[in-house]
């Protein structure tokens, strides 16, 4: 059975960088894709980005300048780094995996981790 | 990028009803159009996949339909569970894009 968890501090002040990580069981990080994405209260979900089996990255435009998605494999985590936040990015954050068979047909989700950006 | 449009942006309905929510896409996203109940406190569950494919575990009384940039989702006998909001989100291509949700308040 498939299992994510975020984890990551709860709060972090403007200017500064959140990190994130997921923690994955159940499956190897190396056989599909991961994305994480956001959701602000009150608001929509937001699909900040993915990392794919080879590595590769794929980032929201309007984030792209500052996150990054990253993965260890030793660990079987999958990491987001996201600079130079404000309070706009306060926000659940989820991590999710593709449903077998279909690319970003999110199955998979995390229980999701609320950051909030606050001095 | 493509922008998802969902309506109405809220709906009320009774136990027993029947209700449809539509998802429109900017431009053609065949069938790669997805469907998520969201609950205040959980992640998002996935519903309906490649527009119309039940995705396992989810009852028949959620049922997908369309192709292109119109699509709908359609719940039939509400029960108070299925109260919460849904989302459309497409799977075209990048980036991915949800729609701004539709509220489904008894």
């Known amino acids: 059975q498939v299992q994510l968890q975020e984890s990551g501090p709860g709060l972090v002040k403007p200017s500064e960088t959140l990190s994130l990580t997921c923690n994955v069981s159940g499956d190897s990080i190396t056989t599909s894709y991961w994305s994480w994405i956001r959701q602000p209260p009150g608001k929509g979900l937001e699909w900040m980005g993915y990392?794919?089996?080879?590595?590769?990255?794929n980032y929201m435009p309007s984030l792209k300048s500052r996150v990054t998605i990253s993965v260890d494999t030793s660990k079987n985590q999958v990491s987001l780094r996201l600079i130079s936040v404000t309070a706009a990015d306060t926000a659940m954050y989820y991590c999710a995996r593709d449903r077998s068979g279909t690319y970003f047909s999110f199955e998979y989700w995390g229980q999701g981790t609320l950051v909030t950006v606050s001095s | 990028d493509i922008q998802m449009t969902q309506s109405p942006s809220s709906l009320s309905a009774s136990v027993g009803d029947r209700v449809t929510i539509t998802c429109r896409a900017s431009?053609?996203?065949?069938?790669?159009l997805n469907w998520y109940q969201k609950k205040a406190g959980k992640a998002p569950k996935l519903l309906i996949f490649g527009a119309s494919s039940l995705q396992s575990g989810v009852p028949s009384k959620f049922s997908g339909s369309g192709s292109g940039t119109d699509f709908t989702l359609t719940i039939t006998g509400l029960q108070p569970d299925d109260f919460a909001t849904y989302y459309c989100?497409?799977?075209?291509?990048?980036?991915?894009?949800f729609g701004q949700g539709t509220r489904l308040d008894i």
């Open positions: 431009e053609s996203i065949n069938t790669f």
């Open positions: 989100q497409q799977s075209y291509g990048t980036p991915i894009t």
């Open positions: 990392i794919s089996k080879s590595g590769s990255t």
